[in-house]
């Protein structure tokens, strides 16, 4: 995904996954239209960022905390 894409009013979290979950993460947050976005920065490390809606942060948190026990998933430093 290009930055390009990405509206530029958004909250930026920045994480480390099991980069083979990382389709997974992004098919589940697709189905959440306009909620948030994710972007691979670094695919063989997991390094992704999510690109939140502004207001919707709490959202996010419910749907990663549901996803803890199937997707090993690290806050990382941007």
């Known amino acids: ?6 509206p530029g ?3 930026k979290r920045y994480y480390r996954v099991d980069r083979r ?3 997974y993460l992004r098919f589940i947050f697709e ?9 691979t920065l670094n ?5 992704v960022v999510f690109h939140i809606a502004p ?11 549901d996803l803890n026990g199937d997707v090993m998933m690290e806050v990382a430093q941007n």
């Not at 189905?31 to 972007?39: H, P, S, V």
């Not at 695919?43 to 390094?47: D, L, M, T, V, W």
């Not at 207001?55 to 905390?65: H, N, P, Q, R």
Request: with cysteine; charged share 20%.
């Open 9 to 11: 009013e958004t909250i």
């Open 43 to 47: 695919p063989e490390s997991g390094a």
């Open 55 to 65: 207001g919707c942060e709490s959202d996010v948190d419910m749907i990663l905390t």
């Open 21 to 23: 979950k990382i389709a």
């Open 31 to 39: 189905a959440y239209d306009g909620l948030a976005m994710i972007e």
């Open 1 to 6: 995904m290009s930055t390009s894409q990405v």
